[in-house]
């Protein structure tokens, strides 16, 4: 630790790890709330100009993770994670087999087009009004047995119709058809020029390949995918720490995954580092196979100790959090874990004593704390219940007496997430375990209807946190970490930086 005077804004800071405190070293541990950023000069004239490159060692474009919970991270996530350059994780509690069918389907996915919604003739409005939902492009597809598109169906178009008609009694058939190699911008272009709102994409024999959104064409502008060695979309699987770690580490990999999640609540425990041996194992050996190196993340730790421990045992990139999450009871029921920024701020100074990285794991709700994690060294940044609420995650759309569209969320410790885990133990032993919950059985995640989508939520993030590097002065991730100044705030300062919709 040191006092020096910093050059750009001539301000008394004190180094900290490797961030720089405005006023000095603070006495107690800071949350995302806690703290500020101050900006400084910069010579990044503009947003577009920053490079979000993840700095884990993964590299993915967007430096943003889906969690591996339940509620959150399937298929449709995964796809439209990684199209948008991120990753998801799948849980530990999805069967093997499952996951890799996943996997497959993610893999075969294209890395421009959404995949659509697709509906027979006579699959029934109800059916099809349960469907669109499923993905937020809003409407679904009319395809025959070869893949042929006959129509379109806007949920617009269902309106008044008995939920027992047929998708052929409702479908458009003007649909803008464009071929799969249409640029994106090309793509907007005839939309702007039909005033439609999406655009289907055919190969050469007619047979559908996707579809895309105006929206979804400016974003393929922006984004580049999470794209593995044969160039196909990303997704990580977790692996709990119970039962036979080889044999599933191995079906994690054969089932292709990109990067092996380690997980389970206590990271920095003996019967982790003996997990992440055997991983490591399996890991050597299928990269000797095959010329492919997965990384491993493990966790969860919050302590530069744990750090060192599981990197000793074989860890490249660490899950870095405990009790900050939105489904987590850990810390009213243990007392146990640690304000988040300064989780996150330890954890990467150590990891990075070793040439590694972090993810910071849990506990953001708004695209400053995204911003904050990223500052304090994160390499990328864990998101779980916030992206429950989106039309991607794996719940169904729920409907409360309001109206208001909403996913139920519930924690990977919980009883209900135990109860699931446990499924092939005896009774005696699956009550017994589900003692000892963590984490919440219900919640309702309300999808937002300015941001219902989990692309809507990406957007808004690193608009974000292009934002912040900007104003630090930063090009890049590694070097927002460095550039960034961070203060300590009150409350009020806090509640000082929230819009309000309405006077006071
Ligand atoms: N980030 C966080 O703050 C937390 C995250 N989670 C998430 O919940 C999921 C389930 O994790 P987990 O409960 O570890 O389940 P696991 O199924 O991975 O089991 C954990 C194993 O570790 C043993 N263990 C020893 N001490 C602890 C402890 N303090 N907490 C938990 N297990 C302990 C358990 O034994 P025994 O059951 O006999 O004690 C069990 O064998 C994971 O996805 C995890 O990331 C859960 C809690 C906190
Ligand atoms: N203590 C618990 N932590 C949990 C549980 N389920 C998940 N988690 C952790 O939360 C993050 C996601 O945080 P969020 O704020 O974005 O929702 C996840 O990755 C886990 O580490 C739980 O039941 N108990």
């Given amino acids: 630790m040191c006092l020096w005077a910093d050059s750009v804004s001539h301000v008394k800071v004190v180094e900290w790890a490797n961030v720089r405190f405005l006023h000095g070293d603070p006495t107690y541990d800071l949350t995302y709330s806690d703290v500020f950023m101050v900006p400084s000069r910069s010579n990044v004239s503009s947003r577009l100009d920053v490079d979000l490159t993840s ?3 993964l590299a993915t474009p967007t430096p943003l993770v889906a969690a591996n919970m339940t509620a959150v991270a399937g298929r449709r996530m995964a796809e439209t994670m ?3 350059g991120g990753l998801a994780i799948f849980p530990q509690d999805i069967p093997s087999d499952v996951v890799a069918e996943s996997i497959r389907k993610v893999k075969a996915s294209h890395l421009v087009f959404d995949t659509a919604v697709t509906v027979s003739l006579d699959t029934t409005v109800g059916m099809v009004l ?3 939902p499923k993905r937020s492009h809003g409407v679904a597809v009319v395809i025959d047995a070869d893949r042929k598109v006959l129509g379109l ?4 178009d269902a309106e008044g119709a008995d939920r027992f008609a047929q998708a052929r009694d409702v479908m458009t058939t003007d649909v803008t058809l464009v071929s799969a190699d249409t640029a994106p911008s090309e793509v907007f272009a005839t939309l702007s020029e039909h005033h439609q709102k999406v655009a289907v994409a055919v190969d050469a024999d007619q047979r559908l390949v996707g579809v895309m959104t105006p929206k979804g064409a400016l974003r393929s502008g922006i984004y580049s995918p999470a794209v593995d060695h044969e160039g196909r979309l990303r997704a990580g699987v977790a692996v709990g720490i119970n039962g036979d770690i080889a044999a599933k580490v191995r079906a994690a990999l054969e089932g292709r995954a990109d990067v092996l999640v380690m997980d389970t609540a206590h990271g920095h425990q003996e019967k982790m580092i003996g997990a992440l041996g055997i991983a490591r194992q399996e890991r050597d050996r299928f990269e ?5 190196r997965i990384l491993i993340v493990a966790g969860n730790v919050v302590t530069a100790d744990g750090v060192h421990d599981l990197i000793e045992a074989g860890a490249d990139i660490l899950k870095v959090g405990v009790g900050p999450g939105a489904m987590c009871t850990t810390r009213m029921q243990t007392g146990v874990g640690r304000p988040q920024f300064s ?3 330890e954890c990467s100074a150590a990891a990075r004593e070793h040439g590694k990285s972090i993810w910071a794991d849990g506990g953001v709700r708004h695209p400053r704390d995204v911003a904050l994690a990223l500052a304090a060294d994160a390499g990328s940044v864990m998101i779980g219940s916030w992206f429950a609420g989106t039309h991607e995650s794996t719940g169904d759309h729920l409907v409360d007496a309001e109206g208001r569209m909403f996913k139920e969320s519930f924690g990977m410790a919980s009883a209900r997430a135990v109860r699931n885990r446990t499924r092939e133990q005896s009774a005696y032993q699956r009550a017994r375990a589900a003692m000892f919950e963590e984490g919440i059985s219900t919640s309702r995640m309300y999808l937002d209807p300015r941001r219902p989508g989990v692309e809507d939520l990406i957007d808004w993030i690193t608009s974000g946190v292009r934002s912040s590097c900007t104003y630090a002065g930063a090009r890049g991730l590694a070097e927002f970490a460095d550039r ?9 300062g806090y509640e000082e930086g929230r819009p309000l919709d309405r006077s006071w």
Avoid: K, Y
Avoid at 153 to 156: A, D, G, I, L, T
């Fill in 130 to 132: 349960q469907l669109i």
């Fill in 343 to 345: 989780a996150v701020l």
């Fill in 82 to 84: 990684a199209r948008r």
């Fill in 288 to 292: 000797a196979e095959t010329g492919r």
């Fill in 484 to 492: 960034a100044v961070v203060g300590v705030q009150s409350g009020s």
């Fill in 55 to 57: 700095t884990d060692g």
């Fill in 153 to 156: 169906v806007h949920p617009s």
